[in-house]
């Protein structure tokens, strides 16, 4: 090999001027990568819009853990219910009991993360200030992640999809897509399968009462119960059925369409 051809190859058998191209095609690709994860997150949320999700991903998830802690029997419990077939007081529960500017805002509720801010600052329970929009976007698309830079970069992508569902999707759709995510207890999704596991009965048969129940478990449902419900969530079903008929009761969806 003559001095002039050991120069034009860095030792990998490969021409330096083949591999400058190659090497420009990885940094295209690179630079690329947002835009298809954009367009991809757009294309989710907009099919999602229309075709009912069978499965959140929190429902994987927890699937997943019970798998990988040995338990083989557990399944968790979910059954779609379009809002038509659910009682109204349970959507209207939950917007009474976490998100009363539902019907307003764009995805966040500036003002209530800032009185939520106050009140973990005095001490007691802590109370956080995510509208439905986002508690949407956390259980139907993130994953759950304990160290604080996974909590940074969760919220950063919850705060893009709540964006996106805000702009993409009909408040209706959300309040449906929800109630039919958020989880009621260990394992149990939706309206359907929390009317079905606490009290027997289909959601389409709930009593405001126990609509209320059911909201006030939220957002720790593994640590109360609604079908047996302590001195905590009585006194919160109770706000919560007073805040139901102040925002207008089952007439409140009608404000939705």
Known sequence: MTTAQASNDDGGGVPAPARRPRR??????????????????????GVLRFVDPPFSAFMAIRQFDAWAQGDRDFRVAHDWRDLERMAASLPVALVAAEDQAFATHGGFDLEAIEQARRRNEQGGRLRGGSTISQQLA????????????????????????????????????????????AEFGDGVYGAQAAAR????????????????????V???????????????????????????RQIGGDGYLEMLD
């Open 218 to 244: 939220l957002p720790s449902p593994k640590r109360y119960s609604a079908a047996n419900p302590g001195p905590y969530v009585q006194r919160r079903a109770r706000w919560i059925e007073r805040n139901m």
């Open 138 to 181: 956390k259980n139907l698309f993130l994953w759950q992640g304990s160290s604080a830079a996974s909590r940074w970069v969760r919220k950063g992508v919850e705060a893009w999809y709540t964006v996106l569902l805000e702009w993409m999707w009909p408040k209706r759709r959300i309040l449906e897509v929800y109630a039919n995510v």
């Open 24 to 45: 420009r095609r990885w940094l295209r690709r690179l630079a690329l990568l947002p835009v298809w994860i954009v367009l991809f997150t757009v294309l989710q949320v």
């Open 197 to 216: 596991s606490f009290f027997g009965r289909d959601a389409a048969a709930l009593t405001p009462s126990q609509s209320a129940r059911l909201a006030a």
